[in-house]
């Protein structure tokens, strides 16, 4: 075989990939520090803003203090605490206490990363699905993908669901405060069903998943919820799902992960009552790739490439929308299935929010 000479590199290109790299190999192994430390309630131990010893953490955690100080190491290296060298103790600051110990807040982190960190233990499967082109299913990923897109998305349904989503559906509101029937389709561990019903105690939810261990999780989360009296979950596909004329159907950060999102959308539209809303929260996406290359999309993408688009592949149709499909191709979908009105009601940097009407 003839030799292939060597590429002529920029070295100076060379040098800021390799860096951006050590950047991300530095973000994943720390990830899996979050997690422990998440696990573990260390974060949760610091709280106070008190600096500690490694010694005084151990303590309050039953942990063992040597583990525990290279812990404190790291997330010093990571500026996730501060560390002072004259005292030798470590101190969780306010902010970053907020974000990592109170999960029912807008932006509690670990479960972003608990979530990426099931794609890196799905890394086998994901390439046998890629070879053999058929897909991966929902169910066929590891348990912690279910537990992280729960504490991954809640934060962002609790800071916008019943405040700002909800309240851009013209006369929906006032539905639910009167009381309305609301399906809440791949409600997944029921996190947005919940706060639903939380807030809208006239109005009888139920939420549809065909992950039949999520509909478990969910029923149980309800109950704790206290509102198990309005708030119920059923296992059922998106195509096939029962129940009485609804005035809201929701799909919440889920219909892309459908093989046959049309035909999902036509099932509600069929379920919907004349003057109904069909809700769709879907992945923040402009239409054009290009648009889309910016660190929003990094996540997405990523997302998408191991979970959404296998996942959709499994199913029949297996259309393959992915996380990033834009409002106009949303806007293609809802038609084939339908609805004459479509209307993008609001957005934030991690969602659009789409009204669909017959």
């Avoid at 609790?158 to 006369?171: K, R, T």
């Avoid at 799902?241 to 159907?249: A, C, I, N, R, W």
């Avoid at 648009?291 to 996942?311: A, E, H, K």
Wanted: glycine share 8%.
């Amino acid at each position: 075989m003839t030799e292939q000479p060597a590429p002529e590199l920029d070295s100076a290109k060379l040098d800021e990939f390799i860096e951006r790299f050590l950047t991300d190999l530095g973000a994943a192994a720390h990830a899996a520090t979050v997690l422990v430390g998440d696990a573990l309630g260390l974060y949760r131990a610091m709280a106070d803003g008190q600096p500690v010893t490694p010694a005084t953490l151990a303590e309050r955690t039953g942990t063992d203090q040597r583990c525990v100080e290279e812990w404190l190491r790291a997330q010093a290296a990571s500026r996730y605490v501060e560390y002072d060298p004259a005292t030798e103790r470590f101190r969780l600051p306010p902010e970053q206490a907020f974000a990592l110990t109170n999960e029912h807040n807008p932006v509690f982190a670990p479960g972003g990363l608990q979530l990426a960190a099931s794609m890196i233990k799905d890394v086998e499967k994901v390439v046998t699905a890629y070879r053999a082109g058929n897909g991966l299913p929902w169910h066929d990923h590891h348990p912690d993908l279910f537990v992280g897109v729960e504490r991954f998305f809640r934060p962002n349904y609790i800071g916008n669901l019943c405040d700002n989503w909800l309240p851009a559906l013209d006369g929906v509101v006032d539905k639910l405060a009167a009381g309305a029937h609301v399906a809440d389709v791949g409600c997944g561990h029921g996190a947005s069903t919940i706060l639903m019903a939380q807030r809208y105690p006239a109005s009888h939810f139920v939420g549809f998943d065909n992950h039949a261990p999520s509909v478990t999780a969910a029923t149980a989360a309800a109950a704790r919820a206290g509102v198990a009296d309005r708030c119920r979950f059923e296992v059922a596909a998106a195509s096939d799902f029962p129940g009485p004329e609804f005035d809201l159907v929701a799909y919440f950060d889920c219909l892309h992960d459908m093989g046959d999102p049309v035909g999902a959308l036509r099932h509600a539209r069929r379920r919907l009552k004349p003057d109904g809303t069909v809700l769709l929260v879907e992945p923040a996406a402009a239409d054009r790739l290009e648009d889309n290359l910016n660190p929003i999309g990094r996540v997405f993408y990523s997302g998408s490439s191991m979970i959404c688009t296998p996942n959709s592949l499994s199913q029949e149709v297996g259309l393959a929308l992915g996380a990033q499909a834009g409002p106009e191709r949303l806007r293609q979908i809802a038609t084939q299935a339908g609805f004459s009105r479509f209307e993008l009601a609001a957005e934030t940097p991690f969602n659009l929010v789409i009204a669909a009407r017959p």
